[in-house]
């Protein structure tokens, strides 16, 4: 089979206040909407409440950098005043059902929230999302298997329904790891890609790893992604040394742990005066590139690469 997993689909990363966050990322030149609240009544006939988990995105070419924050139920706090609520539906007899699984991915957002503010979750893209599951599955990678759901987006019609297709892959400690279908083209003119920073892609996760478990991680995710883990993406696995290298000044919050995401850029010149104009620290990567500090970035580092020939592109 050919290799169905190359490129990343997003990144999540997992805060306490969302309007902090979102006002974070526009300091580091991306676009960024107001977040999406779902709302569930909790019984037959009640006023939808806010539930479950709030969640805005920075859109790229062919995938986004997520951020999402997990909600009390009715609770507003850490949004902005401008956050979008959307009402879920069930019917009665489902109610509890729906309600148990969105409590369910509330707390688990929660606990990774408490363990530290940072990335999450890892999402890959995949052309064929149904292959990619019976892949997986003849590879012995335990997943819940394909399931869809439908994303509101506002377009110049109006708002419209893109439906997502993904699976989860059981036991990953590092978080919420899986495969999502290749976003739909359809979809591409409702998202913003004109971003102040001029990011053009998200090519790259870097997941640090304890010292002695770096072989059996990288053959974990070489089952995940059906090749040989390559260098510099869609993921970068290292240790806590080899983290020290690439990203100087870097201590990872725990180990495992997703610890910093790379978009690419035509400009780094320009990014280099944005962050600076914008209060932000700015470090070299020791292949180059440039990165804001985990510390100043609510937890997770963010790297930005100079496009090269035939990356970044849609």
């Given at each position: 089979?050919?290799?169905?997993?190359?490129?990343?689909?997003h990144?999540?990363?997992?805060?306490?206040?969302?309007?902090?966050?979102?006002?974070?990322?526009?300091?580091?030149?991306?676009?960024?909407?107001?977040?999406?609240?779902?709302?569930?009544?909790?019984?037959?006939?009640?006023?939808?409440?806010?539930?479950?988990?709030?969640?805005?995105?920075?859109?790229?070419?062919?995938?986004?950098?997520?951020?999402?924050?997990?909600?009390?139920?009715?609770?507003?706090?850490?949004?902005?005043?401008?956050?979008?609520?959307?009402?879920?539906?069930?019917?009665?007899?489902?109610?509890p059902?729906?309600?148990?699984?969105i409590?369910?991915?509330?707390?688990?957002?929660?606990?990774?929230?408490?363990?530290?503010?940072?990335?999450?979750?890892?999402?890959?893209?995949?052309?064929?999302?149904?292959?990619?599951a019976?892949?997986?599955?003849?590879?012995?990678?335990?997943?819940?298997?394909?399931?869809?759901?439908g994303?509101?987006?506002?377009?110049?019609?109006?708002?419209?329904?893109?439906?997502?297709?993904?699976?989860?892959?059981?036991?990953?400690?590092?978080?919420?790891?899986?495969?999502?279908?290749?976003?739909?083209?359809?979809?591409?003119?409702?998202?913003?890609l004109?971003?102040?920073?001029?990011?053009?892609?998200?090519?790259?996760?870097?997941?640090?790893?304890?010292?002695?478990?770096?072989?059996?991680?990288?053959e974990?995710?070489?089952?995940?992604?059906?090749?040989?883990?390559?260098?510099?993406?869609?993921?970068?696995?290292?240790?806590?040394?080899?983290?020290?290298?690439?990203?100087?000044?870097?201590?990872?919050?725990?180990?495992?742990?997703?610890?910093?995401?790379?978009?690419?850029?035509?400009?780094?010149?320009r990014?280099?005066g944005?962050?600076?104009?914008?209060?932000?620290?700015?470090?070299?990567?020791?292949?180059?590139?440039?990165?804001?500090?985990?510390?100043?970035?609510?937890?997770?580092?963010?790297?930005?690469?100079?496009?090269?020939?035939?990356?970044?592109?849609?």
């Amino acid at each position: 089979m050919s290799h169905d997993l190359t490129r990343l689909h997003h990144v999540g990363h997992v805060v306490s206040d969302m309007a902090r966050a979102m006002a974070l990322y526009r300091r580091l030149g991306f676009h960024v909407g107001p977040p999406a609240v779902p709302a569930l009544a909790p019984r037959e006939g009640a006023a939808p409440e806010p539930f479950g988990a709030a969640n805005t995105h920075a859109d790229l070419a062919r995938g986004f950098v997520e951020l999402v924050t997990p909600l009390k139920p009715g609770a507003t706090e850490g949004l902005p005043p401008d956050a979008r609520i959307v009402p879920l539906q069930a019917p009665p007899e489902t109610l509890p059902l729906v309600m148990s699984r969105i409590e369910e991915t509330s707390a688990r957002l929660a606990g990774w929230r408490d363990r530290f503010e940072g990335l999450h979750i890892l999402m890959l893209s995949s052309p064929d999302v149904d292959a990619a599951a019976d892949r997986l599955t003849a590879a012995g990678v335990g997943h819940g298997g394909v399931n869809t759901v439908g994303r509101p987006v506002e377009t110049p019609d109006g708002v419209r329904t893109e439906p997502v297709r993904y699976l989860e892959i059981d036991g990953a400690p590092e978080g919420r790891v899986g495969v999502v279908a290749d976003l739909d083209p359809e979809f591409r003119p409702a998202r913003p890609l004109d971003h102040p920073n001029g990011a053009q892609d998200l090519v790259e996760a870097v997941l640090c790893v304890p010292d002695g478990q770096l072989p059996l991680v990288r053959e974990r995710y070489e089952r995940y992604l059906g090749h040989p883990v390559l260098p510099e993406g869609p993921v970068t696995l290292l240790t806590e040394a080899g983290l020290a290298d690439l990203l100087p000044g870097e201590v990872p919050p725990a180990l495992p742990a997703l610890v910093a995401s790379t978009v690419t850029v035509p400009d780094l010149a320009r990014v280099r005066g944005l962050l600076a104009e914008n209060g932000l620290p700015v470090r070299e990567t020791a292949r180059g590139e440039l990165f804001v500090p985990a510390e100043a970035a609510l937890g997770a580092a963010l790297i930005f690469r100079q496009i090269r020939h035939g990356e970044g592109e849609a």
